[in-house]
């Protein structure tokens, strides 16, 4: 049963333009939610993260977005840069539990 | 500024054998773990460790042992390889629980033949 969902398994976008990744969860005792990015053969580095008691946090050109009536999250890269393309991974994790968990990831790929 | 330290980087191994990956980290985290990633899967938990003599089994736990004698190191045990072990090995840590960021290393690529 996968409780971190990632629907789209890749998105091209333009130089410039907005990139906007997707996330839905299914369990309700998620608090905290995490987007990590991954270049090709490296590890996964964090990028931005987002309180179950917020409903946006930005950081420079990222931007996420909690929606937790309808247990889902969204990325938001203004502008996209070609430097942005890599893998994008969605985490969550639920009060005291230490286990993280993840979505299958989504390819962003941004052509100049 | 090592961080997080994975070896080795690649691996080939005959069904069977025995193998350890090795992690070790130099920021004096409390909670280390290891991922596996395979196409389509995304990243799935194997074992973690909340410190020093204490381990846990997350989602894929069978075929692989850990242990953790040291703060600062948290081997990956592969007793008797299979080909469904092919796959690319992530370590990882943090300060405490789970809304603090994970380091991650960069990764072992390993193939079971």
């Known amino acids: 049963d996968q409780q971190v969902k990632q629907n789209s398994p890749s998105l091209s976008v333009q130089e410039g333009r907005i990139s906007i990744l997707n996330c839905d969860y299914t369990?309700?005792?998620?608090?905290?939610f995490l987007w990590y990015k991954k270049y090709p053969a490296e590890g996964p580095t964090f990028l931005i993260s987002?309180?179950?008691?917020?409903d946006k946090n930005e950081d420079g050109r990222f931007t996420v977005f909690l929606n937790k009536s309808a247990k889902h999250l969204s990325l938001h890269i203004v502008p996209s840069q070609p430097g942005d393309s890599a893998v994008y991974f969605c985490?969550?994790?639920?009060?005291?539990?230490?286990?993280?968990?993840f979505g299958k990831g989504t390819l962003l790929t941004v052509n100049p | 500024n090592a961080g997080v330290t994975q070896t080795p980087k690649f691996q080939v191994l005959k069904t069977g054998q025995s193998m350890t990956l090795q992690c070790a980290q130099d920021?004096?985290?409390?909670?280390m773990s290891w991922y596996r990633q395979d196409p389509g899967m995304g990243l799935r938990l194997i074992h973690y460790?909340?410190?020093?003599?204490?381990?846990d089994q997350g989602e894929v736990p069978n075929g692989y042992n850990v242990s953790r004698s040291t703060t600062e190191d948290f081997p990956l045990r592969l007793l008797s390889a299979a080909p469904s072990q092919t796959s690319v090995y992530f370590c990882?840590?943090?300060f405490g629980q789970g809304n603090e960021k994970l380091f991650f290393g960069s990764g072992t690529q390993l193939s079971v033949l």
């Open positions: 990882a840590s943090r």
């Open positions: 369990n309700s005792m998620f608090d905290y």
């Open positions: 987002i309180s179950s008691i917020k």
């Open positions: 985490a969550a994790s639920a009060g005291s539990n230490y286990k993280l968990t």
């Open positions: 920021m004096n985290h409390e909670y």
């Open positions: 460790s909340v410190g020093a003599g204490i381990t």
